[in-house]
């Protein structure tokens, strides 16, 4: 960050009195910028014994397959983030039945918040972010050709608890 989106001075990146960390502060108007994790919702999307799948047409990992995910925006929880999600990239209308992990990755800063959802219909087609969409079976996922080790890490999860009624969630399974 080199400049308040408040009034447009230079920021530096100073300890304000007592934080316990640098932040980037307005030179002019002394507003502190917080720079937090990013939120990803997303959700493993099944109909019967089918699971949803897309296959990416932006950036990052163009052409790999994914559930439906993607940013949090404001004004919205993270259960109407994740259906918005499957709107956007697979024109799927779900229902949320529950949480089934939730990933904490300091590195990329992101916080992943992934539901298990039911389709309300296999009427499915790819949005504009979405090359393709499938339905498959557990057995045709495509562990290689996967965009994100978080999509792997919910949907062996998912795999795991896939026939039982509660799917406990699961809290960074993986090391980051």
């Known amino acids: 960050m080199r400049f308040c989106s408040h009034c447009s001075a230079p920021v530096q990146l100073v300890r304000p009195q007592g934080d316990d ?4 502060v ?23 014994d089918r699971l949803l799948l897309c296959r990416r ?12 995910a993607g940013w949090l ?5 993270a259960e109407e983030g994740a259906m918005r999600e499957a709107r956007e990239e697979a024109c799927a209308d779900i229902a949320i039945e ?23 219909s296999a009427d499915v087609a790819a949005g504009p ?3 393709e969409v499938r339905l ?7 562990w290689g050709q996967l965009a994100f080790p978080t999509v792997g890490w919910v949907l062996r999860r998912a795999l795991e608890l896939r026939g039982q009624q509660h799917w406990p969630a699961t809290f960074n399974p993986e090391p980051a």
């Open 26 to 48: 307005c030179t002019s108007c002394e507003i502190v910028h917080y720079v937090n994790p990013k939120i990803v919702v997303g959700s493993v999307c099944t109909l019967g």
């Open 98 to 120: 529950g949480l089934i992990a939730v990933y904490s990755i300091p590195r990329i800063e992101q916080v992943q918040i992934l539901f298990r959802a039911r389709l309300l």
């Open 73 to 77: 925006e404001n004004g919205e929880t």
């Open 129 to 131: 972010e979405s090359q």
């Open 21 to 24: 960390r640098e932040r980037f």
């Open 136 to 142: 498959v079976e557990w057995d045709e996922i495509p």
């Open 57 to 68: 047409a932006i950036e990052p990992r163009v052409g790999f397959w994914t559930i439906p």
